[in-house]
């Protein structure tokens, strides 16, 4: 019994097969951002230092929860209170007490970015940093590199079979670039910081909002496609 050739790993004179890779590279305009928050208190007692960085941390979130919707998300990573030992002097003798909290917001407006940014930077020893600009997991940009990638696939393939003087036939595989071995490559490009890092006192009550230029992310996809096509004229 003869197995059909569509079937069998690799062509035959009468059902040659092409493979191609077909790719799409997109430059798209960033959907949200992220910016850092780090409040930091110093006191000379464990006492005073926790009360400062409790009333810098309630500041800063309730500044942040202020603007609304354009807050997708406020989330708090890391807190620690830290004991400076004194330099000099015998025994384990305390100076001060270092004390921080971190924090992560996610905006979808980035006007209100610029402006949420320069509010934030201006409380006391709160340190900004960002922003990272970047996609949602679901954004369509996605979708369309990897449709814009198996068309192209299909242009590549059908322009070798034209050179032999064939065409294709029937799709036999299509498949992300390494998926037997590794995740899907779709992504969008690393975040890259639109600022520097900011660490401001309190000097007015108002402050001009940072005009932001946002970073235009780069979305790549790659696909993998067999073909068989007609026996070519030689």
Do not use: C
Not at 15 to 35: F, N, S
């Amino acid at each position: 019994m003869t197995q059909d050739a569509s079937h069998q790993p690799y062509g035959t004179p009468e059902v040659p097969r092409v493979a191609v890779r077909g790719e799409a590279t997109l430059e798209v305009d960033p959907e949200i951002a992220r910016i850092g928050i780090t409040v930091s208190a110093r006191g000379t007692d464990r006492r005073t230092a926790l009360e400062d960085l409790t009333r810098r941390n309630n500041a800063v979130l309730d500044l942040v929860k202020s603007y609304g919707d354009p807050v997708e998300k406020l989330e708090t990573g890391a807190f620690s209170i830290t004991p400076e030992l004194a330099r000099h002097g015998r025994g384990e003798r305390i100076r001060a007490y270092h004390g921080r909290v971190h924090l992560t917001a996610e905006l979808n407006d980035f006007t209100t970015l610029g402006e949420l940014t320069t509010r934030l930077a201006d409380l006391e020893l709160t340190q900004v940093d960002g922003p990272w600009w970047a996609l949602r997991p679901t954004s369509p940009a996605h979708g369309e590199a990897r449709r814009q990638a198996v068309l192209e696939a299909v242009q590549r393939a059908r322009e070798y079979a034209a050179a032999l003087g064939a065409n294709l036939a029937a799709l036999v595989e299509l498949a992300d670039l390494g998926a037997e071995n590794a995740p899907a490559p779709f992504r969008a490009s690393a975040p890259g910081a639109g600022m520097r890092s900011m660490a401001f006192n309190a000097a007015e009550d108002t402050t001009p909002a940072l005009d932001l230029e946002p970073q235009r992310q780069t979305v790549y996809a790659q696909v993998n496609a067999r073909f068989t096509m007609t026996p070519p004229q030689l």
